[in-house]
Every structure is written in C-alpha cells, then in structure tokens.
T-cell receptor
C-alpha cells in the first residue's frame, strides 16, 4: 500500500543548530515533492517544491533534498531559531490526478 | 491580501444536522480543494475542483457534497452530520492542478455531538 511517513515524534533542538526532518514514501513515483509549514490553529503555508530531477533546492536557511532511489526527502533548517518551531508537512503528487498527498507532519521545537 | 477565507471558524452540530462550510479566494486561482485534518492522519482530500463548474471526488468524499458555481467560491456541505465528521476542515486553492503551490485558509473546527 502507499505510505508517506514523517516522524510523528517531536524533534527538539537547540537554537542555532541545524534541524533535519525526514519524509519517506513507499509505492509512489512522485514527479515532485512539496514542503509546508503549519503553525497551531493555522493552515499550512507552502515553503519549497523540488522535482524528481533535482537533487537539492535551497531558499534562505532552508534546504531540501530528494532521493528517488531511497524514496526519501530531507528538509534542513540551518541556524534554527525559536520562530522556526512549527509542524512541517511533506506532500507529493499521488498516483491519480496530480493530487497532493500529505504526510502526517513532524513537530519541530527549537529551544533558546 | 485576504488569500483564502473560510467561514465559520468554529461550529458545533448535533448528529443528523446539515450545514455548509464556505470558502472564498481572491487570487483568481482556477483550482480549489477541501481537506480534513485529523490527529495522526495528516490532511486528506475530500473533494477538489479543477475549474469553475467542475468538481471531483478525493480520497474521503462520503457524507459530503460540494459546489463551485463561481470561480472564487467553493462550498462544502455535510448532508447529515455524523460524529466521525468531527475534524478540522481546510480549504485551499492553487493556480492550477499539479505542481503549483496550494494556498490554505485557516480552517473550520467542526464538532459533531
């Protein structure tokens, strides 16, 4: 069966360190993968998109990698700040109709 | 810039009641979506609309209906509310289907007693 797995346990890191979040998938062949940020009581906000032919994408302190062999995407936040504390969702195009399928999200807590 | 606006923000219903969740976007987007978000299950697509006047089922459409009579509005109806429909409902829009980023509203928190 198709699965998108993100670590359901919260990731706690110290301010200034690099946070690395993982998104693994099985039985998908996505053409692209997206990452979103969600704050409590708010809707998700788009951060980055990476296509299957791209190994890495950067935007300011954010970096995303996409390994179609490992079926994994890594999302990095360098020099993390308490304001980066949120839940991060990965989403990829499912096998039907170009619809996005979302993972369950990983909560990141950055401590001062 | 309002973006995507959902009303109401909160609602409590009794089992068997019906209601309509409203969504409006001001970005001239062609595609709109309704998701539900439950703890530990991520966002699941209920219905989507690729363009004004068209709608299609998503992953979990049972018990819901939708209408897209105007490009900027996408309505989600609950025909006969059930406790299993207690959830947070998100509306989203994008310029087109596919790899376009989706813009989300802040959700409607719905409780069915």
């Amino acid at each position: 069966s198709q699965k998108i797995e993100q670590n359901s346990e919260a990731l706690n890191i110290q301010e200034g360190k690099t946070a690395t979040l993982t998104c693994n998938y099985t039985n998908y062949s996505p053409a692209y993968l997206q990452w979103y940020r969600q704050d409590p009581g708010r809707g998700p906000v788009f951060l980055l998109l990476i296509r299957e032919n791209e190994k890495e994408k950067r935007k300011e302190r954010l970096k995303v990698t996409f390994d179609t062999t490992l079926k994994q995407s890594l999302f990095h936040i360098t020099a993390s700040q308490p304001a980066d504390s949120a839940t991060y969702l990965c989403a990829l195009d499912g096998n039907a109709g170009n619809m996005l399928t979302f993972g369950g999200g990983t909560r990141l807590m950055v401590k001062p | 810039n309002a973006g995507v606006t959902q009303t109401p923000k909160f609602q409590v219903l009794k089992t068997g009641q019906s209601m309509t969740l409203q969504c409006a976007q001001d970005m001239n987007h062609n595609s709109m979506y309704w998701y539900r978000q439950d703890p530990g299950m991520g966002l699941r697509l209920i219905y989507y609309s690729a363009s004004e006047g068209t709608t299609d089922k998503g992953e979990v459409p049972d018990g819901y209906n939708v209408s897209r009579l105007k490009k900027q509005n996408f309505l989600l109806g609950l025909e006969s509310a059930a406790p299993s429909q207690t959830s947070v409902y998100f509306c989203a829009s994008s310029f087109a289907q596919g790899d376009q980023p989706q813009h989300f509203g802040d959700g409607t928190r719905l409780s069915i007693l």
